[in-house]
């Protein structure tokens, strides 16, 4: 299978990150594999992250990939646990938030160096 371009990794990288932050979402709903519907969402929506992130691991390395993967997913989580399940928003949080943003972009930025 010929590699991605790097833009296509990009792409496939954020659907990955968008699969991932719908199967934790989904196991939150599934409510300890109680619920059908969610349980079997949550499976499908890793099954495809976990492979999207296999095929961008080869372009993009595996710090790369994984560090931007994980945080932006859980900044996205956050979000979402705070926006949909009102969760309180304490000023702690925001600020590990903003810290994860700011390990994120140097993670890019150190991919388009090359370091």
């Not at 949550?42 to 993967?69: D, E, H, K, P, Q």
């Amino acid at each position: 299978m010929p590699l991605l371009t790097i833009s296509q990794a990009w792409i496939f990288l954020a659907i990955a990150i968008l699969m991932e932050v719908g199967g934790t979402t989904s196991m939150r709903l599934a409510e300890g594999f109680t619920r059908l519907g969610p349980s079997l969402a949550m499976v499908g929506f890793y099954a495809c992250s976990f492979a999207l992130n296999t095929m961008v691991i080869r372009v993009l390395g595996l710090s790369v990939t994984y560090g931007v993967w994980s945080g932006v997913g859980t900044v996205l989580t956050a979000t979402i646990r705070i926006f949909y399940f009102k969760e309180p928003v304490i000023a702690v949080k925001m600020v590990s938030i903003g810290l994860i943003v700011i390990g994120v972009m140097g993670l890019h930025s150190a991919s388009r160096t090359g370091t």
